[in-house]
Each structure stands twice: as structure tokens, then as C-alpha cells.
């Protein structure tokens, strides 16, 4: 069985500031992981994934994504925060033996960044 | 390419009312999937498929009816509507060959049933 935690439902930070959105997983064997970002009424976007072999992971709009295998986390990071980055962000895993689609999601963390 | 497109947008039924929401995806993804978005229970697998002639359920699939005959296309169907279908509802779809392939979202039917 596969699962996902986003430990914090709300995040407020200031414009200009660093932000991190916590995820955590659990899966049997070697995960992939993913971070998606929903603007209100639209669909989700991704944002980047993990690639085996890299800790630290870029993806879109300066985001990135910090792999730790022994705390099992893959935290999403940016190092200045813009207002225009104030969206839904979900985080989802899914096991190597898995079906390539057949992902789990976290429940969501809102992203505020106030100006 | 127009990525995953769903139709309606919109729609509100009445409880036992049946309907069918639309899926269609012009990137011969072979991985499709229907997932249900409710507040802070992020999102749910109904249903999904590896291919054409290849559904399988999700996690919530009571209520809920697919079916693939094409590549393009997976419709969802909502057999006897009842107030706990009440969801926004996403397709998405992936490349099934590439182990890491991203899901791609269609932007949603926000569905209400009274």
C-alpha cells in the first residue's frame, strides 16, 4: 500500500521570503513522487518530479523539491516566494510496481504569500 | 494539442438521475483515470484504465461506471445520482510505458446533486 501525508493544510508566508510545503510517503518499495499545483477552478499542473539519484530536484516556476530517503520526505521549496505562487499544492506518490498512473495524493497544503 | 478536455463544466442533477461526464485526451496517453476532488480529502481514484478494452477500480468506485473503447476517450458514468456524488471530478491522463510519466488534469466538472 502506498500513502501520502501534507502535515500542514495552510501555509502563510511573506512575498520575498522562503517558503516550504511538507510532504511525507509511504510506500513498499522505491517511490516516485510528484508535486502538483491547483489554481482555483482549473485542473492540476505538475510541477516536478523525483528522479532517482537527485536530492535536490527543479522543476517549473523556480520550484524545487528536496528528496530525504531516511525521513521518507519530499518537501517542496522555493527560495523567494511571489504572491502569484498562492494556489493548492498537492503531493503524490506512487511504488515502483504500481501501475504508471495509479498515484495516491496528499490531502493539500494552501499556499498564501501575502505581499 | 488541447491535453485533457472534459465536458460539462458544469451540472446539477437531481438524486437518481443518471449521466455521463466526458473524458478525452489527444496525446494517445494509454493510462487514464477519473479521480473525485472533495475539501481536505484531497483526491480519490474511482476508477481507471490501461488501455483500451481495460478498466479496473479505484478507491471509491460504488456508483460509478467506465468503460474504454477507445483510446481517446473514458466516460464516467453516474448510474443513480445520490447527494455524496455531490464533487468536482477529474480526468487525467499519463503514459503507461514511462514508469515516472506525470498525470496530465482536464480542468474539472464541478457536479452538484440536490
Known amino acids: 500500500a502506498q500513502s501520502v501525508a501534507q502535515p500542514e493544510d495552510q501555509v502563510n508566508v511573506a512575498e520575498g521570503n522562503p517558503l516550504t510545503v511538507k510532504c511525507t510517503y509511504s510506500?513498499?518499495?522505491?517511490?516516485?513522487l510528484f508535486w502538483y499545483v491547483q489554481y482555483p477552478n482549473r485542473g492540476l499542473q505538475f510541477l516536478l518530479k523525483?528522479?532517482?539519484?537527485?536530492?535536490l530536484v527543479k522543476g517549473s516556476y523556480g520550484f524545487e523539491a528536496e528528496f530525504n530517503k531516511s525521513q521518507t520526505s519530499f518537501h517542496l521549496k522555493k527560495p523567494s516566494a511571489l504572491v502569484s505562487d498562492s494556489a493548492l499544492y498537492f503531493c503524490?506518490?506512487?511504488?515502483?510496481?504500481?501501475?504508471?498512473?495509479?498515484?495516491?495524493f496528499g490531502d493539500g497544503t494552501t499556499l498564501t504569500v501575502k505581499p | 494539442n488541447a491535453g485533457v478536455t472534459q465536458t460539462p463544466k458544469f451540472q446539477v442533477l437531481k438524486t437518481g438521475q443518471s449521466m455521463t461526464l466526458q473524458c478525452a485526451q489527444d496525446?494517445?496517453?494509454?493510462?487514464m483515470s477519473w479521480y473525485r476532488q472533495d475539501p481536505g480529502m484531497g483526491l480519490r481514484l474511482i476508477h481507471y484504465?490501461?488501455?483500451?478494452?481495460?478498466?479496473d477500480q479505484g478507491e471509491v468506485p460504488n456508483g460509478y461506471n467506465v468503460s474504454r473503447s477507445t483510446t481517446e476517450d473514458f466516460p464516467l458514468r453516474l448510474l443513480s445520482a445520490a447527494p455524496s456524488q455531490t464533487s468536482v471530478y477529474f480526468c487525467?491522463?499519463?503514459?503507461?510505458?514511462?514508469?515516472?510519466?506525470?498525470?496530465?488534469f482536464g480542468n474539472g466538472t464541478r457536479l452538484t446533486v440536490t
Open positions: 484504465s490501461v488501455g483500451a478494452g481495460i478498466t
Open positions: 523525483y528522479i532517482t539519484g537527485d536530492n
Open positions: 503524490a506518490v506512487r511504488d515502483h510496481n504500481t501501475n504508471a498512473g495509479k498515484s495516491t
Open positions: 510506500v513498499s518499495g522505491n517511490p516516485y
Open positions: 496525446m494517445n496517453h494509454e493510462y
Open positions: 487525467a491522463s499519463s503514459q503507461q510505458a514511462v514508469r515516472n510519466s506525470p498525470l496530465h
